[in-house]
């Protein structure tokens, strides 16, 4: 089994996307996560769409918006 999880605190979150990776600034996020049909993957919210087949071992699972949170709070 693989287990992978992200601890973003307090300014790693820059070193995966652009941003302004201060915990005092904070905005919502619309995270989607592009992954093997085998994995689950999860994040700070639930899924919210249907999970889109891109080929027979990919897909893409769509997150709910977060509410406003710091940068290093994003969990993938």
Known sequence: R???ATHFQTIG???IFPCW???KF???FHIS???RKEYTV????NYNRKIYSINSKMQWTHFDITP???TY????
Do not use: F
């Open 33 to 35: 996560i592009k992954h």
């Open 42 to 45: 999860l994040s700070n919210m």
């Open 21 to 23: 990776d201060e915990p």
């Open 68 to 70: 406003e949170i710091s």
């Open 26 to 28: 904070k905005a919502t």
């Open 73 to 76: 709070q994003v969990a993938i």
């Open 13 to 15: 979150a820059r070193q």
């Open 2 to 4: 693989w287990w992978y």
